[in-house]
């Protein structure tokens, strides 16, 4: 359960975890962009789609850190604006949530069907679904669709919180900035 404390501010761990989130994101999403500059199957390419792989597995096992931060550390309380504002603001998350979980399992489902290793940090994952051309085929529609409600969702947080900082002026985003406000 969350702790709705007397704080202004998120946790150090969360803010820390927040913006590492962020970081992989734009690897996660430059690498798989950068890949089609090179040839199918150079190196190069290759290597833009192991990142692509590592950092996307990397978002899913830092997301679980997050939820444990988010459930064990005090939270500010809510900004009092209406109720739509919340609610389009919980959805928002809980969506951005569903994506750093959904999307590195669905890479982690390609990668198996496909019969490929997983790699993660010079280290290969097990498989987690059988070898299945058709299943990685299905699983990788999803995955890109995925992707692209992910530039979407990220690109509507920020504008968000920047509409927050600069026309309401109402304090949210430094609730998430890092170093003394």
């Known amino acids: 359960m969350t702790h709705r404390a007397a704080v202004s501010r998120y946790s150090t761990v969360s803010?820390?975890?927040?913006?590492?989130?962020?970081?992989?994101?734009?690897?996660v999403y430059a690498a798989i962009e950068l890949r089609e500059f090179y040839p199918r199957g150079s190196d190069a390419g290759e290597a833009m789609k192991a990142w692509h792989f590592t950092l996307g597995l990397s978002v899913f096992a830092l997301v679980w850190l997050r939820i444990v931060a988010r459930l064990l550390m005090p939270t500010p309380a809510p900004l009092n604006e209406p109720a739509w504002r919340s609610l389009a603001a919980k959805g928002v998350h809980l969506?951005?949530?569903?994506?750093?979980?959904?999307?590195?399992?669905?890479?982690?489902?390609?990668?198996?069907?496909?019969?490929n290793a997983i790699p993660f940090w010079g280290f290969s994952l097990p498989a987690i679904a059988p070898v299945d051309r058709n299943l990685?085929?299905?699983?990788?529609?999803?995955?890109?669709?995925?992707?692209?409600?992910?530039?979407?969702?990220?690109?509507?947080?920020?504008a968000?919180?920047?509409?927050?900082?600069?026309?309401?002026?109402?304090?949210?985003?430094?609730?998430?900035?890092?170093?003394p406000v």
């Open 95 to 115: 969506a951005l949530y569903a994506l750093m979980i959904g999307m590195p399992l669905a890479g982690w489902v390609i990668l198996s069907a496909e019969g």
């Open 136 to 158: 990685a085929h299905n699983v990788e529609e999803l995955h890109e669709l995925g992707g692209t409600l992910g530039y979407w969702l990220i690109g509507l947080h920020a």
């Open 15 to 27: 803010i820390a975890l927040h913006w590492l989130m962020l970081a992989l994101f734009i690897g």
């Open 160 to 179: 968000a919180s920047l509409f927050h900082h600069y026309v309401l002026k109402d304090g949210l985003m430094r609730r998430m900035m890092p170093g």
